[in-house]
C-alpha cells in the first residue's frame, strides 16, 4: 500500500504542480493510518508539508464510494491542499524565507474555498470527484429549489444549518467550478497568487483583480445559474410524475437505516439533527391514528439513547437489536488506540411508554465488523469486516462466535449492506468491482447466484419483499437516486420512484402493504412510506450481467528501482521551520514573545521553545517543553521562567501606629509585588488499562523556584517580621482527570449548542514536596474542581450548570499564598488538576487569597437567539447569544498572615462573599471556519455578600465554566 501511495504521489504532483503553478521546495510527508473505520485525511504545511491518509475507503453515503482508485482521488484532493496552503508570492514570499513556513496565505482563505478548491481538484483530475456526482447534485438542486441555499456570509462560518459540514465541500467545490468553467481554470491558480501577494482577508481585492468581480456578486451569479438549471430539471421530471409519499419524520438532518421488527409492530431508525443527540428510535406501526395507508403513531419511542447506525437488524424474535459502533476505549490496551467498528447486541428488557430499556451487550472486539443482518431463521449473522483498500463478507453466529469469510478478500473489493432473504437461503448485497457498485445475490456459501445489476450508477441498499420475490434497492443511474425493483422471478427490473430530491435504503413491512424509505430534501433526510404496489412501478430493460468469478487487480505500486525501504527516521522531520512573534498582555505590564516548535511525522516526538521580553524589558521569562507520545501513557518534559503578580499582600505601619504591630496598625502599602517563578517538570500522563476513556492519570516530578523581583520597603518586611523566602519546591504532583463531556452519548453537546449541555467531569490534584528530595520546604496541595451539566426536561437547550472547587495547601508556611480568589475568570472546559485561580463575579481579581479555599458556582443557561451572520468576507462570524443567570459563593482562609491580618482562620459562613448577577455569552468565530469558536461575555454582578465591587460590569474571554 505504501508503494502505491508513494507512486500515485509522483503522478499526482506531476499533474497538480503546472496546474496551480506553484512547485514546493523538498518533499511531502504522506502519513498511512490504519487505526479506526472512518474514512477521512486531512493535510497542513506547517510545521512541514504532510498528508495523512487513513486507510478505509469512502462509505456507502458519498458520491465517489464505487470509485476504481478512491485512494488515488483522495491524494489529488489533499496534494491539492498542499500546494494551495504552501503558495506564496510576493512580499510575504520573502518574509517566509524570515520566518519559515508559517506564513501561509491558504490559512487566510475561508474554509468554502479551502476546500472547494481542493475538491475541485479531486474531480477535475479523476473524474469522479463529488462535483457534479450525485449526491452532490441531490444538495444544491434541493436546496435551490426549496430556496434554502446557504447566503454567501453563512459559508465562511461553520453553521449548523443543513448540510451541515459538507458545505464547504459540496457548495463551495460547485463554485469553485462554476468559476473555473465561467473564467478559466487557469485563473484559480492566478487568484492564489494575487492573493498571497496582498493583506490577509483581502479576498475581495484579489477577486477583483483577477474574476473582475467580488466574491459575493459571482456567487449571486452561480446561484441564478442554478436556479435555471434545476427549475428546468425540475419541470422534465414534474412530466413523468413526481411520487408521492408521507412523512414519517419531520427532523432532517441524518435519518437512515429504517427497519421493521419482524411483526411489524416498530419501525427502528437512527436519527440526528442540530438541536438533539444521536439515538435509534422506533415508530409504533399499528398505534391508533387516522392517517396514512395503516395507523401510525408519529410520535418515535427512544430505542438506543446515543448511537447512530447506518443498518440495523432485529432477531426474529423481536428481542434484539443489532447494530455496530465504534468502540471507546476501555479495559484493552489496544482500544486506546484504535477506533474500530464492532458488533453490539442491544437486548430489550421492557418496553415503556416513551421509551425501551436496552441492556447492550459486545459481541465482537477488534473485529472492525460493521452492516450487520440477521437470518429470518435466527442461525446466521453477516456483515462485512475492513481490511484497509477492501471489506470482506463474512457470516457468524448470533452470539458473535465463529466468524469466518463468506467470500474471499480481493484487493480493491468492497462489499456492503448485506440482507438475507425471506428464507435465509440467498444474500443479497452491493459490491465494488472494477469502478461499479453493484447489486449481486449469493447463497449461503457464498457462491454468486445472480449479478442483480451492471452499470456506473451507484447500486446499494438491497432489500427483499416479504414474498422474497422482489429484491428493492438505491441508484443513481439516472444522476438522480431512485429506488428500484428486481424481479427475481420473472427477472425484470423496475423504477419504484421519481423523486425530486432522493430516495435511498427502502424497508418493506412484513405484511407486504407498504414501503418506507429514506428521502431528502433540503433539510435533509427523513423517513417517508408510501404504498407496495409491483402493478404501479415502471418496467425498465434488464440484461443478464455475467457472474463475477475473478479477483480484482490488486492496487500494488511497483516502485522504482532507486526506491528503498527503511524505517521509520523520525528526526528527519524534528528541526524547527518556522518562528513566531506574539505580543500579549498580563496584569499591568505587556510582553512580546518568539516562539517556535517541531514535530515528527508520526507526532512521536514534539517540542516547543518560546522566549518572552517583558516590556519596558525589567525582566524576561522562556519556556521549553517537549513530549513523547509513542505508547498509552504520554511522556512530557517542561522548564517554564516568567514573573508571576500578586498585589495587595504587601504591608506597612500606619502613621499611627505606636508599640506592637498588630492588624490594626497595619494598612495595605501601595505596591504591587512579582515573583520570578521557574518551574521544571517531568511525567507521564495516560489512561490506565483497568479505566475507560474519561479517566486520565498523571504522575510528574516537579521542581519549583520563586525569587522575589521587587524591592519591598524595609519597614514593611521588619514591621511584619517577614519576608517571601527564596524557596525551591521539590516534589511529585499526581492527578486524574474524569470527564463524560464530548463523549458519545447523551453527554457533551449537540451540534447546535451553548457549550456543554450533558455531561460531568471531575479534576483531582495532588502535590508532594519534601526537603529530603532537594527542596527547602514541606509542603502538599491537595485540589478539587468538579462540574455538572443536567439538560432541563422539555426546553430544548436550557441548562443547569454547578460547580465546586476546593484547594488546600499546608506544611512550612509560605508568605505568598497559594490560591488567589475573585474576578470573572475564563476556564477551559475540562478542568486540569492544581488549579490554583478561583473566580468570584462581583469581587475584584484576586480580592481574597489563602491556604484553603472553597467555592461553589451554579448557573442557569438559555438561548436567547441561533442568529447565524456574517459580514461578507470579514473574517468575524457570529453563531448566537446565550444568557447565563448565575450564583457565586466562596472564600479563602488561613496562611502565615492570618493572625496579623484581617484573613479568616478557617470556614465561616458568615464571611462567605455571595455574587450574583447575569451575563449575555457572544459566540463569535475569528478567522473563517479553521479559527476557533470564541466566547465573549459581557455581565453585571452584585456582591450579595461580602466587600465587593458593588454592582459593577464585566467581562471576559472564555467560558465560565
Not at 184 to 190: F, H, Q, R, T
Not at 519 to 543: N, Q, T
Not at 561 to 576: I, Q
Not at 876 to 882: C, D, K, R, W
Request: one cysteine or more.
Amino acid at each position: 500500500m505504501a508503494r502505491r501511495v508513494a507512486e500515485l504521489g509522483e503522478e499526482i504532483y506531476t499533474e497538480l504542480t503546472p496546474f496551480m503553478k506553484w512547485t514546493p521546495r523538498g518533499k511531502t510527508q504522506v502519513v498511512l493510518v490504519n487505526n479506526r473505520d472512518d474514512f477521512n485525511a486531512w493535510s497542513t504545511t506547517v510545521p512541514f508539508r504532510e498528508m495523512k491518509i487513513f486507510l478505509v475507503p469512502p462509505p456507502t453515503t458519498m458520491d465517489f464510494d464505487s470509485s476504481d482508485d478512491w485512494l488515488r482521488l483522495t491524494l489529488f484532493h489533499e496534494y491539492t491542499h498542499i500546494l494551495h496552503l504552501d503558495t506564496v508570492d510576493g512580499i510575504p514570499k520573502y518574509l517566509r524565507y524570515f520566518f519559515g513556513s508559517i506564513v501561509s496565505y491558504g490559512f487566510f482563505s475561508p474554509t468554502w474555498y479551502l476546500e472547494g478548491l481542493a475538491t475541485y481538484g479531486e474531480t477535475r483530475f479523476t473524474g469522479e470527484g463529488r462535483i457534479g456526482a450525485p449526491l452532490t447534485e441531490m444538495v444544491l438542486r434541493s436546496a435551490i429549489l426549496d430556496l434554502k441555499i446557504p447566503t454567501f456570509d453563512k459559508l465562511g462560518g461553520e453553521s449548523p444549518d443543513w448540510p451541515w459540514g459538507q458545505t464547504p465541500y459540496l457548495f463551495g467545490g460547485a463554485f469553485v467550478d462554476y468559476l473555473a468553467q465561467t473564467y478559466g481554470p487557469e485563473k484559480l491558480a492566478e487568484f492564489n497568487h494575487t492573493y498571497s501577494k496582498g493583506m490577509p482577508y483581502g479576498l475581495n481585492s484579489a477577486a477583483i483583480k483577477v474574476f473582475k468581480k467580488e466574491f459575493p456578486l459571482l456567487w449571486n451569479e452561480w446561484r441564478q445559474s442554478l436556479q435555471k438549471k434545476y427549475e428546468a430539471q425540475y419541470q422534465a421530471l414534474a412530466g413523468e410524475g413526481i411520487t408521492a409519499s408521507e412523512p414519517l419524520s419531520f427532523t432532517g438532518y441524518v435519518t437512515m437505516g429504517p427497519r421493521f421488527s419482524p411483526d411489524g409492530r416498530w419501525l427502528a431508525f437512527s436519527t440526528r439533527d442540530a438541536d438533539h443527540y444521536p439515538a435509534i428510535e422506533a415508530l409504533n406501526m399499528t398505534a391508533s391514528s387516522a392517517t396514512g395507508l395503516k395507523p401510525v403513531a408519529h410520535k418515535p419511542v427512544l430505542l438506543i439513547p446515543g448511537r447512530n447506525a447506518y443498518t440495523l437488524s432485529w432477531s426474529p424474535d423481536g428481542k434484539t437489536v443489532y447494530i455496530s459502533r465504534t468502540t471507546n476505549p476501555d479495559s484493552a490496551l489496544a482500544e486506546n488506540f484504535f477506533r474500530y467498528y464492532d458488533l453490539f447486541a442491544y437486548r430489550i428488557q421492557k418496553e415503556k411508554k416513551h421509551s425501551f430499556r436496552v441492556k447492550p451487550e459486545r459481541l465482537a472486539r477488534q473485529a472492525r465488523l460493521s452492516q450487520v443482518d440477521a437470518s429470518p431463521d435466527g442461525s446466521l449473522l453477516a456483515g462485512v469486516v475492513q481490511q484497509m483498500d477492501r471489506t470482506e463478507l463474512v457470516v457468524l453466529s448470533p452470539d458473535g462466535a465463529g466468524l469466518k469469510p463468506l467470500v474471499p478478500a480481493e484487493p480493491g473489493v468492497r462489499w456492503a449492506t448485506p440482507r438475507f432473504s425471506p428464507d435465509s437461503q440467498r444474500i443479497a448485497a452491493s459490491v465494488v468491482r472494477a469502478g461499479n457498485r453493484d447489486i449481486v445475490i449469493l447463497d449461503r456459501e457464498g457462491r454468486e447466484i445472480q449479478r442483480v445489476t451492471s452499470d456506473p450508477g451507484s447500486d446499494r441498499d438491497p432489500c427483499w419483499s416479504p414474498d422474497g420475490r422482489y429484491l428493492l434497492f438505491t441508484s443513481a443511474r439516472t444522476g438522480i437516486y431512485n429506488l428500484y425493483a428486481f424481479d427475481t422471478e420473472a427477472n425484470a427490473l423496475y423504477r419504484v420512484t421519481n423523486v425530486a430530491g432522493g430516495a435511498f435504503q427502502p424497508e418493506v413491512s412484513p405484511d407486504g402493504a407498504s414501503l418506507v424509505f429514506i428521502s431528502y430534501s433540503s433539510a435533509g433526510y427523513d423517513l417517508h412510506r408510501m404504498a407496495f404496489d409491483p402493478a404501479g412501478w415502471k418496467p425498465l430493460p434488464w440484461e443478464e450481467a455475467p457472474i463475477e468469478v475473478s479477483a480484482s487487480e490488486p492496487l500494488q505500486g511497483s516502485a522504482p528501482a532507486d526506491w528503498k525501504d527503511h524505517g521509520y527516521r523520525p528526526f528527519k522531520t524534528l528541526l524547527p521551520r518556522f518562528w513566531l512573534l506574539s505580543y500579549g498582555l498580563y496584569y499591568d505590564f505587556s510582553f512580546i514573545s518568539a516562539e517556535t516548535m517541531g514535530t515528527d511525522a508520526l507526532n512521536q516526538h514534539t517540542y516547543v521553545l518560546d522566549y518572552f521580553y517583558v516590556l519596558p524589558g525589567a525582566y524576561s521569562g522562556a519556556q521549553a517543553a517537549y513530549s513523547y507520545d509513542r505508547v498509552w501513557a504520554e511522556f512530557t518534559a517542561s522548564y517554564y521562567r516568567f514573573p508571576v503578580y500578586y498585589h495587595d499582600i504587601l504591608f506597612a505601619p500606619t502613621p499611627t501606629g505606636t508599640g506592637g504591630i498588630g492588624p490594626e496598625h497595619l494598612e495595605v502599602a501601595e505596591r504591587d509585588y512579582y515573583e520570578m517563578e521557574q518551574i521544571a517538570s517531568a511525567g507521564f500522563t495516560g489512561t490506565p488499562r483497568i479505566l475507560s476513556q474519561a479517566l486520565r492519570a498523571g504522575v510528574f516530578y516537579h521542581w519549583e523556584q520563586r525569587d522575589p523581583l521587587s524591592q519591598i520597603p524595609e519597614e514593611v518586611t521588619e514591621a511584619l517580621e517577614l519576608r517571601p523566602q527564596n524557596a525551591k519546591l521539590v516534589g511529585v504532583e499526581a492527578g486524574l482527570v474524569y470527564s463524560t463531556i464530548g463523549s458519545t452519548g447523551r453527554r457533551g453537546a449537540t451540534v447546535r449548542n451553548l457549550g456543554v449541555e450533558s455531561g460531568r467531569s471531575l479534576a483531582v490534584g495532588y502535590e508532594f514536596y519534601r526537603r529530603a528530595l532537594g527542596g527547602d520546604l514541606d509542603r502538599e496541595v491537595v485540589t478539587v474542581d468538579y462540574r455538572e451539566y443536567v439538560p432541563i426536561p422539555k426546553l430544548l437547550h436550557h441548562v443547569l450548570a454547578w460547580r465546586v472547587h476546593y484547594g488546600k495547601a499546608w506544611g512550612d508556611d509560605r508568605v505568598v499564598p497559594t490560591f488567589r480568589m475573585g474576578g470573572g475568570y475564563g476556564d477551559l472546559l475540562i478542568p486540569e488538576p492544581g488549579t490554583r485561580f478561583f473566580s468570584l463575579r462581583g469581587f475584584g481579581f484576586d480580592d481574597f487569597w489563602g491556604e484553603e479555599a472553597a467555592a461553589a458556582y451554579l448557573e442557569y443557561r438559555l438561548p436567547l437567539t441561533w442568529a447565524e451572520h456574517g459580514w461578507g468576507l470579514v473574517p468575524i462570524y457570529y453563531s448566537g447569544a446565550h444568557l447565563t443567570l448565575f450564583s457565586d459563593a466562596g472564600m479563602a482562609w488561613g496562611g502565615v498572615l492570618s493572625d496579623r491580618l484581617d484573613n479568616p482562620k478557617g470556614f465561616n459562613s458568615e464571611e462567605l462573599n455571595l455574587g450574583a448577577g447575569g451575563e449575555i455569552d457572544f459566540r463569535l468565530r475569528l478567522g473563517y471556519g479553521l479559527g476557533s469558536e470564541m466566547i465573549w461575555r459581557l455581565g453585571y454582578a452584585q456582591d450579595v455578600q461580602g466587600e465587593g465591587l458593588g454592582g459593577t460590569l464585566f467581562t471576559s474571554l472564555g467560558v465560565s465554566f
